[in-house]
């Protein structure tokens, strides 16, 4: 698959659309925690995308592989939003005060 279509958009408009109403919805649910293990469970989770690119991209789905790419870097932002990686690198990461 090597083209976004209307209908995979629409898909992944409403997925997005649902998931932002169920986040402003919710109740802060940070725990000290859960935040100490957040570290291993998120570079885990990047690394698991940057797989799957990689094996979107054997199977030459460009589409999905470069998602895959993007939900990882989204997971790294989200990191270091949260603190659980100091970065000072404003050109790989969104946000980063430096």
């Known amino acids: 698959m090597n083209e976004i279509t209307d209908a995979k958009l629409k898909k992944y408009f409403g997925i997005a659309e649902e998931a932002l109403r169920k986040a402003q919805n919710s109740k802060e ?13 998120f570079l885990d989770t990047v690394e698991r ?41 404003n050109k790989l990461f969104a946000g980063v005060d430096i």
């Open 29 to 41: 649910g940070l725990k000290l925690e859960n935040l100490k293990k957040a570290r291993v469970d």
């Open 49 to 89: 995308y940057i797989f799957d690119a990689k094996h979107f991209l054997d199977k030459d789905d460009k589409v999905n592989a470069f998602a895959a790419l993007n939900y990882a870097h989204g997971w790294l932002d989200a990191g270091v939003k949260l603190g659980i990686f100091d970065v000072k690198d």
